[in-house]
């Protein structure tokens, strides 16, 4: 390579992201030119439920690494256990990784793909005496498994001859023997210290039929026996993965040196947790299953479609993903963190329109009957190229209930009577009096004089102005659903249960609520995907489900409240 192709850009420079354990790693087998300078990683999820956003770091994490070294990243589904998968899952993770603007080319693959090669590689082991198939049930494999105290107790078949076992598997594989009733296990140590060295099990009977692989295999490789050597097959260079495969990688490496293969490395970091969350693809599928969500992409889920729905970007997504970063030690995430990045991102494009979500009726006495104006908008202030809409004002507003206060604190800066406030690029108004409900005494209507002179929000006599409020013109504003959402569970740590409870008593039976709220007339054409901030009360998303057309639906995606800074400044 010329010096000058060598040479890192300023660009290339801007595009790397910071240092880290694993990159150390990477850095150290680039020097060494380990695998002649190739980088390949995968993301490896089993097709048994849709992917959450601690895939996602993971997601970010390998397709990252790779593009940072040029290297490439290979969607595996590993898909061993044929009772849990599905196609639709299949479907559902390559849609999460593409949106989230990962490409795996041609390189999305089946562990399945395989089955024919480990297969063999078991036939090796077999003639090497270093597998045996095993009479035990599962039961009494535990419990000759033996503690991490005590060794375990050697299996009464493990010294079974290799033409026996030969003709053993091969019936195995014919479907002659009952699911459960064999095994085929390594020999390697049962007195190790590492429980998962004790003879563990490669191949079980099960007459199940498989997403890709139909009726044509009746036995399957464990978890165990096919993912490192599907790493191999792949020639995966950096094979991360989660911390609890630590005690998992001694056995990989017996496999791998053993059958004299294509050694990957495997390298573990700690996995994502977020308050007030749950990421476990067996607690998510509980969930859905029984009925706590509307599905996999309900708007409170912390799954990719969940995210996606409730107005999340991919950007904002992988920014919380850099954020987080890789480290060996486990940790809590604040949920204000992944709140604050999807705010940052829609900060920067979301245009901002006018919606009330509890309305209070105006009535400006002084304004001329049947008058109106068109007020002119700022789409924007992040962005001055999107423009200006105009919006209609008019006698009769709605503002928000919560605007109003009868009996204020001092530094309520809106309005009460008496009191003057801006509304937003229109008019200042001042609460002269207001109109009670008879029965219930409750405030029910306001009446206020609004300052001609102050078109657009400006005072030309300089006096000052606090507050500035929403508005709508009650006779424009368009009556559309909005869906707000708190927190799916109440607790900071939703799996951690007193006695007798399970995270489900967890969860936070006031986590939806759906209100028909009022919004400017511009947003009844509003399409499934897009994003608006409602000033002052947050990001709000048309959903995809729910909206038909001319009648959006809005996923509250977050306040704008920013609880991050204050959390980060601690
Ligand atoms: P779950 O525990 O949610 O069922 P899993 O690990 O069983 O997840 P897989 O489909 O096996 O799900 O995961 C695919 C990849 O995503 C694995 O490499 C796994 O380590 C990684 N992964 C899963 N959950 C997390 C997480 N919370 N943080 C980071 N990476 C994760
Ligand atoms: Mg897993």
Redesign the pocket.
């Known amino acids: 390579m010329s010096d000058e192709a060598n040479k890192t850009t300023a660009e290339d420079e801007k595009l790397k992201t910071p240092s880290n354990f694993i990159k150390d790693i990477i850095n150290e087998d680039m020097r060494t030119n380990k695998h002649d300078g190739r980088i390949n990683t995968r993301?490896?999820?089993?097709p048994n439920?849709y992917l959450?956003i601690?895939?996602a770091?993971?997601i970010c994490l390998n397709f990252g690494l790779a593009k940072e070294y040029n290297g490439v990243t290979n969607l595996r589904f590993?898909d061993t256990n044929p009772c849990k998968e599905e196609t639709e899952y299949v479907e559902s993770i390559k849609e999460d990784v593409s949106w989230l603007g990962f490409d795996w080319q041609d390189r999305e693959f089946f562990a399945s793909d395989y089955f024919g090669q480990i297969y063999e590689w078991a036939i090796k082991l077999i003639k090497m005496e270093k597998a045996y198939v095993c009479d035990l049930t599962a039961d009494e494999i535990r419990q000759h498994r033996g503690t991490l105290k005590e060794p375990g107790m050697e299996s009464p078949y493990r010294y079974r001859p290799v033409e026996e076992n030969l003709d053993l598997f091969a019936r195995m594989k014919k479907g002659e023997f009952p699911d459960g009733s064999r095994t085929l296990r390594a020999k390697i140590d049962m007195a190790s210290p590492n429980l998962n060295m004790r003879d563990p099990v490669l191949y079980r009977i099960l007459h199940a039929e498989h997403h890709r692989t139909g009726n044509e295999w009746c036995i399957y490789p464990m978890y165990d026996f096919a993912h490192g050597q599907s790493d191999s097959i792949e020639r995966i260079t950096h094979s991360i993965?989660?911390l609890e495969f630590e005690d998992h990688r001694p056995l990989y490496d017996w496999f791998c040196d053993t059958l004299e293969i294509f050694h990957p490395q495997q390298i573990e970091f700690a996995?994502?947790?977020i308050t007030y969350t749950v990421?476990?693809?067996?607690r998510l599928l509980q969930l859905v299953q029984e009925e706590h969500v509307e599905s996999w992409d309900d708007p409170r889920m912390p799954t990719i479609s969940g995210l996606r729905r409730r107005g999340y970007t991919a950007e904002a997504i992988r920014n919380f993903a850099e954020r987080v970063g890789v480290s060996k030690a486990e940790s809590m995430v604040d949920l204000a963190l992944l709140e604050f990045c999807v705010r940052e991102n829609l900060n920067k494009t979301a245009h901002r329109v006018m919606a009330v979500l509890n309305p209070l009726k105006v009535t400006i006495v002084n304004y001329p009957d049947g008058q109106e104006e068109m007020m002119e908008f700022v789409n924007n202030p992040e962005n001055p190229d999107d423009g200006t809409r105009l919006v209609p004002f008019a006698k009769e507003i709605y503002i928000e209930r919560t605007d109003f206060m009868e009996d204020p604190p001092k530094k309520f800066y809106r309005l009460s009577i008496g009191r003057e406030v801006r509304l937003r690029w229109a008019y200042v108004i001042k609460c002269v009096d207001v109109v009670k409900d008879p029965n219930t005494g409750e405030v029910i209507e306001l009446l206020c004089e609004y300052d001609p002179l102050t078109k657009g929000g400006n005072t030309p006599d300089g006096r000052r102005i606090q507050g500035t409020i929403h508005w709508l013109s009650v006779k424009h504003a368009q009556e559309l659903e909005v869906r707000l959402y708190d927190n799916l569970f109440m607790k900071e740590n939703p799996n951690e249960v007193e006695e007798g409870k399970t995270y489900l008593d967890n969860i936070n039976p006031d986590s939806l609520s759906i209100i028909r709220a009022k919004v400017e007339p511009s947003l009844r054409s509003a399409k499934p995907g897009e994003k608006y901030q409602f000033e002052r009360l947050g990001y709000f998303c048309v959903d995809s489900k729910h909206s038909k057309p001319n009648e959006p639906v809005f996923n509250r995606t977050v306040t704008l409240r920013d609880t991050w800074a204050k959390i980060a400044a601690k």
């Open positions: 993301f490896p999820p089993e439920g959450h601690g895939h770091k993971s590993d993965c989660t996995r994502l947790n990421l476990s693809k067996r």
